[in-house]
């Protein structure tokens, strides 16, 4: 059975930085992406990987966030530095056999991390 575990939220400062942890089991996929939802907000998308291990951001965070990827352990990583207030939200990792932007281009979903950032 497929399935994506996300780790690594918490609540932390402004100024901090974070590493958010997916770990897929079940199977090997090809692209992955991590969104992110505040509340009483759509989920919006913030960094992708593909197999090639090429990367992409949203503009509003290509300068804080790094999304890798460790084949060997099945895992894939968004570093978050300089951590903002309006970075608060649930973090979700999702997989699929395609790269993008939308949720909908993806087929498997972690259950959410949460990262709170105070001022």
């Known amino acids: 059975q497929e399935q994506l575990v996300e780790s690594g939220g918490g609540l932390v400062q402004a100024g901090d930085s974070l590493r958010l942890s997916c770990a897929a089991s079940?199977?090997?996929?090809?692209?992955y992406g991590w969104f992110r939802q505040a509340p009483g907000k759509e989920r919006e998308f913030a960094a992708g990987?593909?197999?090639?291990?090429?990367?992409y951001y949203a503009d509003s965070v290509k300068d804080r966030f790094t999304i890798s990827r460790d084949s060997a352990k099945n895992t894939v990583y968004l570093q978050i530095n300089s951590l903002k207030p309006e970075d608060t939200a649930v973090y979700y990792c999702?997989?699929?056999?395609?790269?993008?932007?939308?949720?909908?281009?993806?087929?498997?979903w972690g259950q959410g991390t949460q990262v709170t950032v105070s001022s």
């Open positions: 990987i593909t197999w090639t291990h090429s990367t």
């Open positions: 079940g199977r090997t996929f090809n692209n």
């Open positions: 999702a997989a699929g056999r395609f790269p993008g932007r939308t949720p909908s281009g993806y087929d498997y």
